[in-house]
């Protein structure tokens, strides 16, 4: 899990990489919340991080602008996403045979991360954790181009469940795209006491989808 430095839009982009463990393995890069609180070490984070190790993805997380060691300052979503941009091209610079990339984001690094993958046609799935629909605009997914699936805590404090399913329902409008929608029951914002829910739903969908015959391409 060696530390890396990444050319960012505003300096330099403090990360963690886990390097391709074979030709053509598959793309992962992580999001982490609110730069207000949320770093690259946040535990959803690192749980998201070290399952698409194992799975032998080329995987990356980094620290947004003005975050631990990344510089800058924060700008509200826009730069954030402009790092999330670099980040990926960083990454596919180094291993530019990757066939497929994926997004994972918790929160604000949920809705980053599913407006880049608006951007980059290369994403083939995402997974968005507590994405915080009553927050933020998610009209630009219009439409959303890849499959992925939604987890949300019944218990969610922060984001309200109403609100992440009138997304849900939005996005199953769309054709050649299939959205999965996970509730962890009685898991708050941060699931501090649903960990092994939250991952286990995770880990059931990624066996789904990277399954040879999945249904879902």
Request: proline content about 10%; hydrophobic content about 40%; glycine content about 8%.
């Amino acid at each position: 899990m060696p530390e890396v430095i990444i050319p960012g839009p505003e300096g330099r982009l403090e990360g963690r990489f886990s390097p391709p463990p074979r030709p053509r393995a598959p793309v992962a890069m992580i999001l982490h919340p609110h730069p207000s609180s949320g770093t690259m070490n946040n535990h959803i984070v690192q749980a998201l991080y070290q399952t698409f190790v194992r799975r032998g993805f080329a995987t990356l997380r980094f620290n947004f602008r003005g975050v631990g060691k990344s510089q800058g300052s924060f700008d509200n979503g826009i730069g954030e996403l402009s790092d999330a941009a670099a980040a990926l091209d960083w990454v596919q610079s180094f291993h530019p045979e990757a066939q497929t990339t994926w997004i994972g984001g918790f929160s604000f690094g949920a809705w980053i991360g599913m407006q880049l993958l608006m951007r980059r046609p290369e994403v083939r799935g995402f997974i968005s954790i507590a994405p915080p629909a009553n927050m933020y605009d998610f009209t630009f997914l219009a439409p959303c181009p890849s499959s992925g699936i939604i987890i949300q805590g019944e218990a969610d404090e922060v984001v309200t469940p109403s609100a992440t399913q009138k997304l849900v329902d939005k996005l199953r409008t769309q054709r050649h795209i299939t959205i999965h929608h996970d509730v962890i029951p009685r898991a708050n914002h941060f699931f501090e006491h649903e960990m092994p829910d939250l991952m286990r739903s995770v880990d059931n969908y990624l066996d789904m989808r990277l399954a040879p015959d999945s249904p879902i391409k």
